[in-house]
């Protein structure tokens, strides 16, 4: 995703998910995606402990250089998603 294109696009969907798990990805080394990469580090670390809090990842430098570029602003996008989940409370 992070490079704007399916991974493994050039194969079919059954073979591009088998060498997605078997291969691998490819490390994102390029600089310009220093800050996408801390911010999936501490979204990733395997002691919930030591993840930050959804607070504090908001004000990451990769959510804030990249809100509101022609696309919906996160916490707009985390409201929505609790109001639907509130919706689908009711009516199950």
Known sequence: MARKEPLYME???MKAMFYAV???VEPLTDPKYDELRDFI???TKENPDERPSTSQLLQHPFILQ????GRPKIPDLFA???HMVSMIA???
């Open 11 to 13: 194969f079919s969907p």
């Open 80 to 82: 929505q998603v609790k």
């Open 66 to 69: 990249n809100a509101g570029r």
């Open 22 to 24: 078997t291969r691998g």
């Open 90 to 92: 009711i009516y199950a």
């Open 41 to 43: 580090s501490l979204c």
